[in-house]
């Protein structure tokens, strides 16, 4: 077989395929679940309930949602320039470690710790993934091993601070950090409501990628350098600085993340802040097709299906780890379909 | 210092290396053999893991221990197939779809595990493999309880360096493999299918990593556990650039780092343990691997055309 490529894909093309991903996706889902021994449809539909059932459930969607958003945020925009950062679980413990030391430490009011803990767990991200990105421009050292095995050293670094310097000496023996204070907390998005103003931040920061990717020129770098390299180069775009620029906003993103599950969620550091947000990020950012906007929409689907898989999980016998398998297939399916979308395949 | 000299006498040291050794060469072989096709493989991380599971599983369903080798084997090639499907015809991009096999595969593994042992709170063990005395050899001082009383896997995983060695650089078949990793136009114009050799490729090699996988369970710890593979796929990718996609740098790679890793499992036994913390240890062989990469990057002869698929027609 060959692709051959489409001049003007119909719209029942670009858009009837990823539809169809999803819905291969949940036949995948409906197979897993009859392998539990549950009906399939009464699984989604616990699922659908979890997820935006109630209230309740709606608002614990969206907070799941907000590191997401972050995470999904920072690979969009790194893998537009082809720049692969698997390394946002890093990135955000980075963001997390230093809106603690910061909110612990720091002897400051509440109102002037809330941006400072956020600018400084950005610039922490950004310089995480320098490394790994200097690494690959002066060396050709491959981002995807060194950003990854990044997320071991610096679970193992969290850890090694939770045990010693930063354990709290009132947390019972438990290797976690101590909270920072209330008045420097993410308030409250709608008084009486369990949503923080991370997701605020979350969506605010969707909107400026979105700005800085179509209305700027560094937006514009970053598509050509992405598009093909070598031609960027002989264009005279910078592509060593355009990729540096690239790691510290994604970075910077990933580790709003922490910072928003720190500050806004949490209040403190433990070795379980997150359940692989910055692996979950890439399949946000992949089924969003890498744009600022469809990451909100994305990261919110994804969400639901992990908070609406626990709750199914409770009252059905299908285990959790069918949302991860669902979100595997999502991903795998959707680049499928989209490569569908501008080719034909041809036999021969 | 003398402690350091105590550990590196003593035979249980050398027996250690080729023990943490095996579930890399064979893993390793693995990616070496994906890329030296032209494509990486970054589902190595979930087909280790569910290599461990499944071989894990049908030892303890009651195959034997061969048998679960086998199954281990099957499991990897069936993630292999689907990444050779999406990546080598379709051509879609390596890293995602690679990312995404990861997902697919550890969270099947973990599915499995939930569905076959719901009531568990914690795994059941199995009988794995035992240490086999090789006959002769293994009454050598020093040198037979180092080198030659290992389990069968072990002496597989070097049997399957050879077996990989000889196969690229001795055969037809591992002349039109490298070849395809190169220069995938000549190889078509020799007639040859340039989509069958890749994803051949591809599903041979997930099929070690699979076996590498199994190591851990069915040799080495005799049960499944959650991230039990942490990160050993990413150090195999790792030793693939060290090893200047040569099986026998690879080799001496895996055979290194294993070293530096039991060298830091026992140091923290030693009079170091108290003065570092014990993650400091465990951050080591990351490190390694990260700057092997950084060490190899100015002279590693990488394959043409790794990472670059193959449309027929195109150009």
Redesign the interface.
Known sequence: ???EAIENPTLARSLGLPVLALVATFMVGGF?AM??GANPLLTFGLIVKGAVGSKFALLETLNRATPLIFTGLAVAVA?RAKL?N?GAEAQLYAGALVTILIGTKLALPGPLLIPLMGIGAMIAGGVVLLGPVL?KTR????E???T??????ML??I??LL??PLKDPMGMGWPKSEAIPRNARLPRLVEGLRLHWGFGIAILSAVVVWVVQTRTTLGYEIRAVGLNAEAARFAGIPVGAVMVKTALLSGGLAALAGYSEVAGLKGNLTLDLSPGFG?TG??VA?LALLNPLGVIVSAIFVAGIFVGADGMSRAA?V?T??A??L???A??FM??AI?LTKFRVRKG | MSEIVDILISASFWAAVLRIASPLIFATMGELICERAGVLN?GIEGIMVIGAFAGWIAVYAGLPLWGGVAVAMLSGMFFGL?HAV?TV?????Q???G???T??A???A??AY??SL?EVSSPPRIEPFQPIDIPGLSDLPFVGPALFSQTPLTYFAFFTVLVVALVLYRTPLGLALRAVGENPSAVEAQGLSV?ALRMGAVIVGSGLMAVGGAFLTISAFSSFFFEMV??RG??C??LV?FGAWSPSRALLGALLFAAFDALQVRLQQTSYGTLV?Y??F??IP??L??LA??LM??RANVPAALMTPY???ER
């Open positions: 077989m060959r692709l897993l392998l539990a893998f692969w698997i690494l060396l050709g050292v491959d995807v091993v060194t990854l095995l990044f997320n071991f050293i193992l670094l850890s090694m045990e010693g692996y890439i399949v992949m016998e285990p780890y069918i991860d398998i979100l595997a297939c991903l795998l680049v499928l490569l | 970054l689907i999406l015809p379709f051509g879609l991009s890293h995602v779809v990312i995404g096999i997902l697919l550890t969270s099947s973990y599915y939930r569905l719901p989509t942490n990160g990413w150090i990718i790792a650039v913390p993650q400091v465990l951050m990351y490190i691997s990260i990469l950084i990057s100015r449309n027929r027609g």
